[in-house]
């Protein structure tokens, strides 16, 4: 998960700086720290003059979580008018000058804001301040249980139901594909059913090689990765995984799909790719570059496992290729 920490004061600046510190003792990916100022000496961080609410947009249309240093009302205020979707959007976090409190207010469960919020105030010897419900009651949180075993939720309105009956403390009754169920089910995961449910969470089926020329922008891979879904009738909450060969891991374009999306990356190496099963488009100018004749439909079948299936050639376009695959699920 990338992160963006953004500051007003002295007190923000150092805590920012402390929180830094702390990620890369433990080996976590540290936030990007930022000071938003005219007078506060900037220190380690990078001083930006530019208003509260065109960063928080920059920064939330980009994925990032936003760990906001500062009062939580100018926060709201600067977010308000860009959340859109609980399950897409980006988590924000408020944390006071002090370092006391490290408050999730959006995306807690899908976009992690939990889970970060505890990881941040404990790297931070802070108290996190946990609001959503099921949390609250330790109640089972479908929304969760759907992102951490990556399956597509196929009706939002039945998360509601599932998690007003676990808060209750009933009991939440769960059907898997091939079982299925005699009586009505609170969760059941399958493609299609007959049963009776309240909420219905399918496995996604499908994989997204994709390959690119280094440096490519951001903005540019995610329209040509869109497009390619939108042409197959998918949306992003269909996709596994996207995959692609292990030189490419680190490109920031890929990661922001994976970022923005909630989608795990795959990454091969060349000997790996080679031995791919299938009929694949080879080229030679890739073969040259990275050690293997073709990078998208490779990867996208590797990541598919085994019985996977190429449904979407190789599509190219200014440096960018793509392809998806099926995975077998039966």
């Keep these: 998960m990338k992160k963006m920490a953004i500051c007003f004061t002295r007190q923000g ?28 000496d900037p220190g380690s961080l990078i001083k930006v003059r530019t208003s509260i609410r065109k960063w928080m947009e920059e920064a939330f249309r980009e994925g990032y979580a936003i760990l906001f240093v ?41 976009g992690g804001g939990n889970k970060l919020a505890l990881t941040v105030a404990e790297l931070l010897h802070a108290e996190a301040v946990i609001t959503t419900s099921t949390d609250v009651n330790g109640a089972f949180p479908a929304d969760v249980f759907a992102a951490e075993n990556r399956l597509k939720i196929r009706n939002r309105e039945g998360i509601r139901k599932v998690s007003a009956k676990a808060i209750e403390g009933r009991s939440i009754t769960l059907s898997i594909k091939n079982y299925p169920p005699k009586e009505p089910v609170d969760l059941i995961v399958a493609d299609e059913t007959d049963a009776e449910y309240s909420l219905l969470l399918s496995p996604r089926e499908y994989t997204v090689g994709l390959g690119m020329k280094k440096n490519t922008k951001a903005e540019d ?82 990541g598919a496992g085994p019985g996977g299936e190429l449904i979407a050639p190789k599509r190219a376009g200014n440096g960018m290729t793509a392809a998806i695959a099926r995975r077998r699920l039966d």
């Design 70 to 110: 500062g009062a939580a009302g100018i926060a709201v205020r600067a977010i308000s008018g860009l959340p859109e979707d609980k399950l897409t959007d980006a988590p924000l976090l408020v944390l006071d000058d002090g370092g006391r409190y490290v408050i999730p207010l959006l995306s807690g469960h899908v």
């Design 13 to 40: 600046r150092e805590l920012i700086e402390r929180l830094i510190e702390a990620c890369r003792t433990k080996g976590i990916a540290p936030p990007e720290g930022y000071l938003l100022s005219e007078t506060a």
């Design 221 to 302: 891979l995610e329209k040509f990765f869109l497009e390619m879904l939108a042409d197959h009738g998918l949306q992003p909450d269909d996709v596994y995984a996207l995959c692609t060969i292990d030189l490419k891991m680190d490109e920031p374009a890929l990661r922001g799909i994976c970022d923005r999306y909630a989608i795990p990356l795959l990454a091969f190496d060349a000997e790996l790719l080679r031995k791919a099963e299938g009929i694949f488009h080879a080229s030679g100018f890739v073969l040259r570059t990275v050690g293997v004749d073709n990078v998208c439909e490779r990867a996208a079948v590797l």
